[in-house]
């Protein structure tokens, strides 16, 4: 597999969106968000946990369907796949699909992220250089350039290069053929993503949180490649904390890990799992800190809302990206938030979990 410019940094953008900004997290909370290893023993590490086959990844069960659908009436016509938009907050595993999906093709895959396009001629190039049925993965598609977005254009359509050579009254428009490719492109953010250049996707599928036992699953797999002992219910644990999200259970297996190498040896069990994550601040339903002081901003400091986004990124000190694309699909996803026309609500099962009287409940408590 050719992989041309995979992300620069080793730590992936969105562990670094969630790192603290401010001074007063308390200090147990940041093992969890260091590296435990140098950036390129990451990386090996990364790509051996990642799954490279169809059958070694867990769950989404709609979206193989689909694919495998998709895959196979392509090879059988001996035809590349439709373009496809994979969408769906981070972690799920949209690029470990779309490195599966070419191996599946039995192709190469190119992958870039839209901020390296910045310049028409790297769209240009790349697109240059694409052989028959490769796939082109573009990361953070919704970041395109409106210059790069309209070179994509024909490009996706007709596989078509348009380039205009010269400036001003002498330019001139010229028109290369491309190959058959496959344009694989993930976001993180669809409603991002301009109508035109979502239409030209033939698929468009969306990632869903995982099941508690799918990252039972995740968690026993990664353990195994890690060669540490962790039980059944060891890995029950973890995932129920994980928030539907393969990359966190594996970020959070590895601290269990070493929690355990440390205070107790032998197989990571249930206890040693739970205690080990409330050391970490990860509560039983997988909130962390910052989701802990969220809620706990709207409802003391707002009566739960309704909130502005604004608000409350100036009330807890993360930027909004980060509360939209990280923080707040898994607490709606949970229930403990809601999105309103008005802005942010904190629901009763919010105040419960906090330990706070949900409204109604103090209403009553009056009568
Ligand atoms: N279905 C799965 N089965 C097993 N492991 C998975 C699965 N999906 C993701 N993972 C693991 O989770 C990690 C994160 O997945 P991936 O990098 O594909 O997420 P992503 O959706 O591309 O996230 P981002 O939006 O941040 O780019 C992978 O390294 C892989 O180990
Ligand atoms: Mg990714």
């Keep these: 597999m050719a992989i041309i410019s995979s992300k620069q940094d080793p730590i992936e953008p969105n562990d670094r969106r969630i790192e603290p900004k401010r001074s007063d997290r308390p200090a147990q909370s940041e093992p969890l968000l260091k590296p435990e290893v140098t950036p390129d023993e990451q990386d090996k590490q990364e790509d051996r946990i990642r799954p490279h086959r169809f059958a070694d990844y867990i769950g989404q069960k709609d979206l193989k369907q689909v694919l495998d659908i998709a895959i196979q009436a392509a090879k059988a016509r001996g035809e590349t796949l439709d373009h496809l938009l994979l969408y769906g907050p981070p972690g799920l595993g949209k690029t470990t699909m779309a490195l599966i999906l070419a191996s599946e093709m039995g192709v190469n895959c190119k992958v870039t992220s839209a901020p390296a396009l910045e310049r028409p001629r790297d769209i240009v190039g790349l697109l240059n250089s694409l052989k028959v049925g490769d796939v082109l993965f573009i990361d953070e598609i919704h970041r395109l350039s409106k210059m790069a977005e309209e070179i994509l254009y024909p490009a996706m359509e007709d596989f078509r290069l348009d380039i205009t050579l010269g400036k001003g009254q002498s330019a001139k428009t010229r028109s290369l053929p491309l190959p058959k490719y496959t344009l694989v492109g993930a976001t993180t953010r669809v409603g991002a993503l301009s109508s035109p250049l979502r239409d030209r996707f033939g698929l468009i599928q969306q990632l869903r949180f995982y099941a508690q036992d799918e990252l039972s699953q995740i968690v026993l797999r990664t353990a195994q490649i890690l060669q540490t002992d962790v039980s059944e219910d060891g890995a029950a644990e973890i995932a129920r904390r994980a928030r539907g999200t393969p ?3 594996n970020r959070l297996l590895k601290r269990v890990r070493d929690y355990a190498q ?4 032998g197989t990571i069990n249930r206890y040693i799992a ?15 800190w910052t989701d802990r002081r969220m809620l706990s901003v709207m409802i003391e400091n707002f009566n739960g809302g309704p909130v502005g986004l604004e608000t409350m990124a100036a009330a807890t000190g993360e930027d909004t990206q980060t509360i939209e694309e990280v ?4 607490l709606m996803q949970i229930g403990y938030l809601n999105r309103t ?12 979990h906090l330990g ?5 409940q103090q209403l009553s408590l009056l009568k």
């Design 274 to 288: 739970a205690e080990a994550l409330e050391l970490f601040q990860v509560d039983p339903c997988g909130l962390d």
């Design 247 to 249: 990359r966190i259970a």
């Design 262 to 265: 440390v205070k107790a040896a």
């Design 341 to 352: 026309p008005r802005g942010r609500v904190a629901t009763a099962a919010a105040y419960k």
């Design 356 to 360: 706070f009287t949900p409204p109604n």
């Design 327 to 330: 923080y707040e699909p898994y």
